[in-house]
């Protein structure tokens, strides 16, 4: 009696296990292109740090192998961000059989939206918040207190940075997604906005490690995609 059952979650499984290969293997392929440019790649992250302070002539590493797993890293990074739409798909592709015609194009379209506004952080971190960030981190640089930045720590710092921003700017696809499917109601978010604004005002200001003018940088875009995703959920919730 049970056989049915057994084979459809059985088929649901392969799905998964293929979804996920699929993405896995996009994240592998797109990395090792990025590493074929990662030294091109890691000049273009060391920019921001050259022209918040234009004396700093270069990096250090103190350890053997820490350039090449820097190299890795900024590929890694690469490889996630430039893969993040295959990934994005494949989820959809999974979710998809079980969906209706028109969910299904909704689906998509919040899919390819979640992939702008995931690159639109990315770049946003790049050029508006990490140059700010980087000056005010710079400017203890005092006669007789050096900066000597190694290299592994500032592609962390610009890794986990980037990441952090193109995931913060998924806040309407993820609203979306919970009164989508249920998981809070359509106007929890419309009620609860002032608790969500508090705790977007923290995670700007702990993103961008105490600078008050980077942290509202970073705020107010927050502010304007949470307001987005109430109304795409207001408008999905309005009867056609």
Do not use: C
């Not at 996630?80 to 798909?89: D, H, K, T």
């Not at 979640?114 to 952080?121: P, Q, Y």
């Not at 993103?207 to 999905?236: K, N, W």
């Amino acid at each position: 009696m049970s056989t049915p059952l057994v084979s459809h979650f059985s088929l649901h499984l392969q799905e998964l296990r293929k979804r996920t290969l699929i993405s896995f293997l996009a994240v592998v392929i797109f990395t090792a292109i990025a590493y074929f440019f990662s030294e091109h790649i890691t000049r273009f992250f060391m920019e921001p740090l050259l022209k918040a302070h234009p004396a700093l002539a270069k990096l250090v590493y103190t350890n053997l192998t820490e350039a090449f797993v820097s190299y890795l890293k900024v590929s890694l990074l690469v490889g996630l961000i430039a893969s993040f739409p295959v990934v994005l798909y494949e989820i959809w592709m999974f979710v998809a059989p079980g969906l209706r015609k028109n969910e299904k194009t909704t689906a998509l379209k919040v899919v390819l939206v979640a992939t702008f506004l995931f690159a639109g952080g990315v770049v946003f971190a790049y050029f508006v918040v990490l140059p700010e960030a980087l000056s005010f981190l710079m400017s203890f640089t005092r006669e007789g207190l050096e900066p000597l930045p190694k290299l592994d720590s500032y592609l962390t710092f610009i890794a986990r940075a980037s990441l952090a921003f193109g995931l913060a700017f998924e806040i309407p696809f993820l609203m979306v997604a919970a009164g989508k499917t249920g998981i809070v109601p359509k106007k929890y978010f419309e009620k609860n906005r002032k608790y969500y604004y508090l705790i977007i005002l923290a995670l700007a200001f702990l993103l961008t490690v105490g600078d008050l003018f980077s942290a509202l940088l970073l705020a107010i875009p927050l502010f304007g995609l949470y307001e987005g995703g109430v109304l795409i959920l207001r408008t999905l919730s309005t009867p056609a």
